[in-house]
């Protein structure tokens, strides 16, 4: 991967990743949210990947932000190989990268409300 990632936000979201992390299945406190939150995954024509979370970015006053911090793809191995940091008044939770031809990733996202989601394996 050619992406330069900040040491720094690999171990935040290893961080928020140690606790607990819901999927489409195990939705756990956050039933209902699954739709909203759970990072999705598709190959692109050009041989890249594209996860997005569709979650709404909500900017609000004071203390209701409401949007994804980091969307994020991990390897096999665990290690971090395509990351993105999000604000709330970004127009959408989006990242792209090469995948290394025959090695599986999962896609992860962070809400800064409903805690880190898991994606599919791709």
Partial sequence: MAQDIPQAWIDKVKELASGEVFTAEEQGKWQGKAGSHVPVASKNDDG?????????????????????????????????VA????????????????????KSYTPFGYCNLHGMWKGSNF
């Fill in 83 to 102: 990351i993105s940091k999000f604000a709330p008044t970004d127009p959408e939770a989006i990242i792209k990268f090469t995948p290394t031809e025959g």
């Fill in 48 to 80: 890249t990947v594209t996860v997005k979370v569709p979650h709404v970015m909500k900017k609000g006053d004071a203390d209701d932000d409401h949007w994804i911090e980091f969307v994020y793809v991990e390897d096999s191995e665990g290690n971090v």
